[in-house]
């Protein structure tokens, strides 16, 4: 059972902007622990998209934004494309569980 | 080109083991905590266990603890993963990850391409 819940999808038109939640509690994202994002393209491994709330990688277009305010986070992705259909993941720690922990995943369609 | 590279998935029954072994090339993997993390069919990604960068400290999700055993040997610059007592729940393809820095807080920012992993009968 995750810790961290996002919506299981979300949609938008080519163009459009659309944001995805994380909600987690007082031992992961409340806490002093930070959040990241991961892009997983249909049958490829995960891929770092955001690091510590709102840093991207290298390579990664200025498309892609992160967030976090109190215990939850947010992605955003504007100017949506094609390629961008994928599954989203944030990531964090947990201090009560001792453990990484992932949210449930949302799937995003460009229609 | 910074590489994970792992092996050792295949078909198990039920009550068996496997050793899965994760390769890192072009980085110093010896000053790197590193990670397995897992994905079941059609799920989200989960968890499995870390390891500081001298192998010296061990972390294990609860659904894990006792039957698997994480260990790097940094002289391969190899990392690995002993699984035994498996069940039909482990069933997963397995990742192995970089920790990006030295912080638990940090993110994962190299990834292999997974081993499958079965356990069946």
């Known amino acids: 059972q995750s810790v961290l819940t996002q919506p299981p999808s979300v949609s938008g038109a080519p163009g459009q902007r659309v944001t995805i939640s994380c909600t987690g509690s007082n031992s992961n994202i409340g806490a002093v622990f930070n959040v990241h994002w991961y892009q997983q393209l249909p049958g490829t491994a995960p891929k770092l998209l955001i690091y510590d709330n709102n840093n991207r990688p290298s390579g990664v277009p200025d498309r892609f934004s992160g967030s976090k305010s109190g215990t939850s986070a947010s992605l955003a992705i504007t100017g949506l494309q094609a390629e961008d259909e994928a599954d989203y993941y944030c990531?964090?720690?947990?201090?009560?569980?001792?453990?990484?922990?992932f949210g449930t995943g949302t799937k995003v369609t460009v229609l | 080109e910074v590489q994970l590279l792992e092996s050792g998935g295949g078909l198990v029954q039920p009550g068996g083991s496997l050793r899965l072994s994760c390769a890192a090339s072009r980085f110093s993997f010896g000053a790197y905590a590193m990670t397995w993390v897992r994905q079941a069919p059609g799920k989200g990604l989960e968890w499995v266990s870390a390891v500081s960068a001298s192998g010296s400290r061990t972390y294990y999700a609860d659904s894990v603890k006792g039957r698997f055993t994480i260990s790097r040997d940094n002289s391969k610059n190899t990392l690995y993963l002993q699984m035994n007592s498996l069940r039909v729940e482990d069933t997963a393809v397995y990742y192995c990850a970089k920790r990006d820095g030295v912080l638990a807080g940090d993110g994962f920012d190299i990834w292999g391409q997974g081993t499958v992993v079965t356990v069946s009968s």
């Open positions: 990531q964090s720690y947990d201090s009560s569980l001792s453990a990484y922990v």
